[in-house]
């Protein structure tokens, strides 16, 4: 079962992330647990982001705020909408009425000069340089999703699933079960479903962490 390496972010200054397209909050809170202060940017109101020291939301749209304001930030994460890759649009909907913002995405957080990471569903344009889902980490959901990032990930840390023999089959009841067995307890059910679990972005996070600890500041790759 894939276990978050050990954080490493004691050894370095408190880094500063900028999420985007954050949602409620399942990505930053993951990279907030690694030793991130983080900066969340949705373009609609997210009520339930969390709040605190190490937390700041703002209103905006992502491909905008990116462009003025990424430069500023040690690490720039993506979670562009995945409706136009997902199977279930494909299957219940139609894909050409959902932009693709990856590509001008991608490109803007390239321009900024800082690292990055870009997550979605399989089948989505990107490079799988991770692989991650809920059951390698105990959660007992299944729940693929790719990431691709600036410095890459060399193709053999895809992380194993164990959805035959480590989890219980997840099944959908009541209005908490969503949202807690993703490990986003602070949300609900709906938000939940856009979300990405906390532990995948602090597995991301300690692997960013692990690369510019050995790159050397300001030497990680962008």
């Known amino acids: 079962m894939l276990r978050p390496l050990p954080a490493v972010a004691a050894a370095l200054p408190r880094l500063r992330v900028l999420d985007l397209c954050c949602g409620a909050g399942g990505v930053s809170v993951g990279f907030h647990r690694a030793g991130f202060d983080v900066t969340g940017v949705d373009i609609n109101p997210q009520p339930n982001y969390p709040t605190g020291p190490g937390f700041r939301f703002v209103q905006a749209d992502a491909l905008d705020y990116v462009a003025d304001h990424g430069h500023t930030f040690d690490l720039v994460h993506g979670s562009w909408p995945c409706q136009r890759f997902s199977r279930a649009t494909a299957w219940r909907g139609n894909r050409d009425n959902h932009p693709d913002l990856i590509t001008p995405g991608r490109a803007l957080m390239q321009a900024t000069g800082r690292p990055w990471v870009i997550e979605n569903v399989p089948g989505a344009p990107l490079r799988p340089d991770y692989l991650l889902c809920g059951t390698a ?36 009841k009541g209005e908490r079960a969503y949202a807690d067995a993703m490990g986003c307890t602070w949300m609900t059910n709906l938000e939940a479903r856009q979300a990405v679990p906390p532990a995948y972005s602090h597995w991301i996070a300690t692997q960013y962490l692990t690369h510019h600890h050995s790159a050397g500041p300001g030497q990680a790759a962008a």
């Open 137 to 172: 980490f105990g959660l007992n959901i299944q729940r693929h999703r790719v990431f691709e990032t600036s410095w890459g990930g060399g193709g053999d840390l895809l992380s194993p699933c164990w959805h035959h023999r480590q989890v219980l089959p997840f099944e959908h």
